[in-house]
């Protein structure tokens, strides 16, 4: 869709042809399917120049400024609400910080509300986590803090390539990530229990390269921003849908559902305390771990 509008929006007259002998001024290539390597392998290769922009989780955005984590905390934004209304009062600093690393924001999206699903068991309250393999993303910031808080946990970090294999060979055996990235990516085949309750939102944008931007002409630059932005926003609204079709699909017909006890979730609410507590600690500023705390409430 964004690349069609791109396309149709700077045609050249009947007959002309660009340098690259094609009919539009400007084009957009994509790669798919990790065609480029993981997301920090694109942010590396942005920065060098053989990228000029890329659609990020939080794993991308995290290697252009990490305290975008803090939309991530768990146990915090439960709801595309609360998330869309913490967002849009921390987006003037995260866009600021994200053009003074080089890059220029195309429009915000989503990946999905993330869920904990597990192989031959259920996880209900902490204590179910105790003597298991949970993957952890090997460049988050928070994961590892979350399993030294509940202790007694061998949580294994890998790449995001890494999980299906891992899952394959029983290495790990418990993965929270939304329902459709885990349906899309073949997790959900070797799942076969999903906690009800929703862990937190998984985040993500459109980033350009503003060396890119700048070098385009001004109908060049406005055509690629604007539509942009709209593509980013039927995205998000496209994947949120198809994110709770995948939820449901999961829970009814693929694994077996389990909804913690009010208790088990009192224990998650404490641990997740402790959590934030310690990620305030240096990991993120606690400025920006306390307001986030508050945005959620």
Same mark, same amino acid.
């Given at each position: 869709?964004?690349?069609?509008?791109?396309?149709?929006?700077?045609?050249?007259?009947?007959?002309?042809?660009?340098?690259?002998?094609?009919?539009?001024?400007?084009?957009?290539?994509?790669?798919?399917n990790?065609?480029?390597g993981?997301?920090?392998?694109?942010?590396?290769?942005?920065?060098?120049?053989?990228?000029?922009?890329? %659609? &990020?989780t $939080?794993v991308? /955005?995290?290697a252009?400024? *990490?305290?975008?984590?803090?939309?991530?905390?768990? @146990?915090?934004?439960?709801?595309?609400?609360?998330?869309?209304s913490?967002?849009?009062?921390?987006?003037?600093?995260?866009?600021?910080?994200?053009?003074?690393?080089?890059?220029?924001?195309g429009?915000w999206?989503?990946?999905?509300?993330?869920?904990?699903?597990?192989?031959?068991?259920?996880?209900?309250?902490?204590?179910?986590?105790?003597?298991?393999?949970?993957?952890?993303?090997?460049?988050?910031?928070?994961?590892?803090?979350?399993?030294?808080?509940?202790?007694?946990?061998?949580?294994?970090?890998?790449?995001?390539?890494e999980?299906?294999?891992?899952?394959?060979?029983?290495?790990?055996?418990?993965?929270?990530?939304? %329902? &459709?990235? $885990?349906?899309q /990516?073949?997790?959900?085949? *070797?799942?076969?229990?999903?906690?009800?309750?929703v @862990?937190?939102?998984?985040?993500?944008?459109?980033?350009?390269?503003?060396?890119?931007?700048?070098?385009?002409?001004?109908?060049?630059?406005?055509?690629?921003?604007?539509?942009?932005?709209?593509?980013?926003?039927?995205?998000?609204?496209?994947i949120?849908?198809?994110?709770?079709?995948?939820?449901?699909?999961l829970?009814?017909?693929?694994?077996?559902?389990?909804?913690?006890?009010?208790?088990?979730?009192?224990?998650?609410?404490?641990?997740?305390?402790?959590?934030?507590?310690?990620?305030?600690?240096?990991?993120?500023?606690?400025?920006l771990?306390?307001?986030?705390?508050?945005?959620?409430?």
């Amino acid at each position: 869709m964004w690349q069609k509008a791109v396309r149709e929006r700077t045609k050249l007259p009947d007959g002309q042809k660009s340098a690259e002998g094609k009919d539009a001024s400007l084009d957009l290539v994509f790669f798919w399917n990790g065609q480029q390597g993981d997301e920090g392998a694109m942010v590396a290769k942005m920065k060098s120049g053989q990228l000029d922009g890329g %659609a &990020l989780t $939080a794993v991308g /955005l995290a290697a252009i400024h *990490r305290p975008i984590l803090a939309l991530q905390l768990p @146990g915090l934004f439960r709801t595309w609400e609360k998330l869309d209304s913490a967002r849009d009062a921390l987006k003037g600093e995260f866009e600021k910080a994200i053009t003074a690393a080089g890059f220029t924001l195309g429009g915000w999206g989503d990946v999905g509300l993330a869920h904990t699903m597990s192989k031959g068991f259920a996880v209900g309250g902490p204590s179910d986590l105790k003597g298991k393999r949970p993957y952890v993303w090997r460049d988050d910031p928070v994961g590892p803090i979350l399993f030294q808080v509940l202790g007694g946990v061998t949580a294994v970090p890998l790449g995001v390539p890494e999980v299906l294999p891992n899952l394959n060979t029983g290495a790990i055996n418990i993965v929270t990530a939304p %329902a &459709l990235a $885990a349906e899309q /990516l073949q997790w959900a085949s *070797r799942l076969d229990n999903i906690n009800t309750e929703v @862990g937190g939102a998984g985040i993500g944008a459109l980033v350009i390269m503003t060396k890119k931007i700048d070098s385009l002409s001004a109908d060049q630059k406005a055509v690629l921003l604007k539509t942009g932005d709209m593509a980013s926003a039927a995205l998000t609204a496209r994947i949120r849908k198809e994110d709770e079709a995948a939820y449901q699909r999961l829970k009814t017909t693929k694994m077996t559902p389990y909804t913690p006890t009010e208790a088990q979730k009192k224990e998650w609410d404490d641990i997740f305390k402790q959590v934030r507590s310690r990620v305030a600690q240096g990991t993120f500023p606690k400025e920006l771990v306390d307001k986030v705390e508050s945005l959620s409430k």
